[in-house]
């Protein structure tokens, strides 16, 4: 029995990186009675067979577990969004973020194709989001890419990237490791939408001791983390900045003397990711009440 870390997941196959070399396993079938599988990002025990096969037989304690994409064992997310091409989301942004926080990952927004958006909108941007507590990253993947500074964040870390179809997840890897040509979709002119090129999760190596994930994008995603919609205020990070509330549960949308409205009016908090809780508050209320 040897110990490796799962680089990418096809189908029922694994492929499994133990020192220099890469085996191909299926997991075993007890995984399926306890109702659990291996995922990309999972240190494995595996029986070694012949021909560079072998079977998954133990999955070690995750550190973490990422529910879109399944990925586990993470210590940043670089969570790409852009301007225009595709169009900014920032509800879904939101989500994803609220999920991240409760995962307790690490997170860093990478505002990509910066040469498409106008001065202004990279600034409101950044505005909202520096607010919030988020360290941004800009990149311009076809004329002025931050290759040095990039490597020295992911140095020493395993990041995963995420975000919808199309931002330049995949042009971001390609600039990264070298003889590396991974497809770049494209956007498409009826739904502005990018078009996913990405089928798998899989993670590469982009120094001795640094790993990233390529994941496939997504446009919209549940929140069936979160049960309860009085624990959502915890995931707007920002929120716990300003706590002197007059009410120990309050929820900051109809309590009077809420210390996080006071912010928000003081320009403090974003009008758009206050806002975006507003409309996620209510969605995992109603979707709470209609579950009975």
Avoid at 104 to 119: F, Q, R, Y
Avoid at 165 to 185: A, E, F, R
Avoid at 228 to 249: A, G, R, S
Wanted: proline share 2%; glycine share 4%; net charge positive.
């Amino acid at each position: 029995m040897v110990k490796g870390l799962i680089i990418k997941h096809l189908k029922e196959l694994y492929y499994v990186k133990i020192y220099n070399n890469i085996l191909i396993c299926k997991a075993r079938g007890n995984f399926r009675k306890k109702k659990i599988k291996p995922v990309v990002g999972d240190f494995v025990e595996v029986e070694v067979l012949e021909d560079n096969k072998g079977y998954i037989s133990k999955i070690f304690d995750r550190k973490n577990l990422l529910i879109r994409p399944e990925i586990s064992n993470i210590d940043q997310l670089f969570l790409f969004a852009t301007i225009r091409n595709p169009s900014l989301n920032l509800y879904t942004l939101d989500k994803y973020l609220s999920m991240c926080e409760y995962m307790n990952i690490e997170v860093v927004i990478v505002l990509s194709k910066v040469d498409l958006a106008m001065t202004d909108e990279i600034n409101n941007f950044k505005d909202i989001y520096t607010k919030a507590g988020y360290e941004i990253i800009e990149i311009d993947n076809l004329n002025n890419f931050p290759k040095e500074d990039i490597l020295k964040k992911l140095n020493g870390k395993i990041t995963a990237l995420s975000g919808a179809s199309g931002v330049g997840k995949s042009s971001m890897i390609n600039n990264l490791i070298k003889g590396l040509s991974i497809d770049v979709g494209s956007i498409s002119n009826k739904t502005k939408r990018g078009k996913n090129t990405t089928r798998h999760v899989e993670i590469f190596e982009v120094s001795k001791d640094g790993f990233i994930f390529d994941t496939p994008g997504f446009d919209s995603f549940d929140m069936n983390f979160i049960d309860d919609e009085n624990e959502l205020k915890k995931y707007f990070k920002e929120f716990n900045n300003f706590k002197d509330c007059k009410f120990n549960n309050c929820n900051h949308i109809n309590e009077p003397f809420c210390d996080v409205k006071n912010a928000l009016s003081n320009n403090l908090i974003s009008i758009s990711r206050y806002n975006n809780y507003c409309k996620l508050f209510y969605e995992l209320a109603n979707r709470r009440k209609n579950k009975w």
